[in-house]
Structures are given as C-alpha cells and as structure tokens.
C-alpha cells in the first residue's frame, strides 16, 4: 500500500497484449500503489483478457479494462515488439484518450505508466515523495534487470524512459519522441536505479521476450551476484556493490 502524500491522486496504467500470467507482478504493483488502474488491451489473447476480467472483478472500483484501438498491430501474430515499435505513437495516443477519458470523470494528480514487464523497488515510495515536492513534472526511470533471482542483476543497458507524470490532460504522443517522453511535460526528475525490469528474471520469461522480440540475452552482459535482494535497495546503495562486487559475464554464469 503506498504511503507517500496520500492526497495525491494516482492513475496507473500498463498495456497488455499475450503476457498471460507473466502480466500479474506488474499489475499487482499497480493495484497496490495506484488509487485506480487501467489495463489497456492491445493485440491481446483470451488468457490475458480473461485475467485482466479477474482484476476487475476483485477490484470493481479501481481496476477498469479498456480494448484499445491499435490498428495493424491487433492482427500481428509474430514480431510483435517490431510491429508495435512501427506503430506504437498511435497505439500510445490512443490510450492517451482513455487516460483523458476517466481523468474527467475522476480526477487524479499523478500518472504512473509502466510496461507490463515492470515494477519499482521498495524505496518508489520515498522518490514518488521527492518528485511530488520538486517543480518537475516528469519522473525518468533508470532499471536493474534482475537474472534468475533478486540478488542476481545484468547490465542491460536498458536506457532511462519516463514513467511517472504530473498529469497534464494535454499530453501527448506526438510529436514522437523517444523513450515515452510525451509532450506537455518539460523538466525531468531523475529517478536513478528505481525501476525493476523483470523480462529476464525467469526462464518463461526470457522465452517469451525472445518469441515476442526475437531479442535473446547477451552472453557478454556484465553479471553481478550481489549480497542482498536489490528490490529493497536504495539507488545508492545499488550503484555502491556495483562498484565493489567484481563483475563476470552472464556467459560464465550461465556455465557454472
């Protein structure tokens, strides 16, 4: 349950296509954090839809299920990530719309819009605090991606993407800018080593982002077996036993 600034009004939200129940670690941080959530149905399949049914059902005043319009990329079966990477501007704009939609029905201040192979660590709270006070009003997320297990991280270069926003209902997706940098937002919050990025964490999950992505893992990514879970690290403190744990290869990991 969040417990930061509990007057502020937070709307989350995640898109959702064939997850299945790779979908519910994301989700669950929405339920718990988020006053209200929108799982946004893209180019989905009746195991995902049927769980994001099952959130609504438990949850009938915070959970709400919209399919959204998303063109050629409804129909792709194979290649998702490119076909969605072609035509994610108007994909995202369109779940622009729902988020305008339920913003004027009920009103919330804070927009927190994350993959559905996301979560944040435990210190989300005490940042969420820091940029509510400040006078940014976008949160630029940096990741770990754990491997296997939570005290176990790769370097995947997964670049910084903003995820949190003071809401504008004037955002949008265009003009396109990258690493989900709408406009209507101008000055950035740097939220270092805050985001967890679970698409390698188990070995489900790293096969389904190589058939949805034809992305398969870096034998060469630096590998660190750190001596604690990082979901209840601070960013400093991550960034501290990256520097004094000597790193391998998730190749020579992968071979012990």
Known sequence: ???????????????????????????????????????????????????AKEYSILFPEKVF???????????????LKGHFIRNQSEIRENVI???????EGKKF???????SDEC???????????????DCDRMMVNYVTPYDSYDQIVEENFAKHARVFKYNPEMSAFPVHTRTRYN????????????????LMTR?????????????EDKNWKFWKL???????????IRRKKGEIKPTTLGEYLRN
């Open 1 to 51: 349950m969040r417990t930061t600034l509990p007057a502020q009004k937070m709307f989350g939200v995640t898109m959702l296509f064939k997850e299945g129940d790779l979908c519910r670690q994301t989700v669950d941080f929405l339920i718990d954090k988020c006053d209200y959530v929108l799982l946004a149905m893209t180019n989905y399949d009746e195991e995902t839809l049927a769980i």
């Open 65 to 79: 299920v919209e399919k959204v319009e998303c063109g050629e990329f409804s129909k792709c079966t194979d290649n």
């Open 97 to 103: 719309r729902e988020i305008r939609k339920f913003w």
């Open 109 to 115: 201040d804070i927009l927190c819009w994350i993959d």
């Open 120 to 134: 944040m660590t435990d210190y989300f709270d005490s940042i969420l605090d820091k940029f509510i006070e400040s």
């Open 184 to 199: 209507g937002y101008k000055k950035d919050f740097k939220a270092r080593e805050m985001g967890i990025h679970l698409d």
């Open 204 to 216: 489900e999950r790293r096969d389904f982002r190589e058939k949805m992505s034809g992305r398969a």
């Open 227 to 237: 001596d604690a879970d990082v979901r209840g690290l601070n960013p400093g403190e």
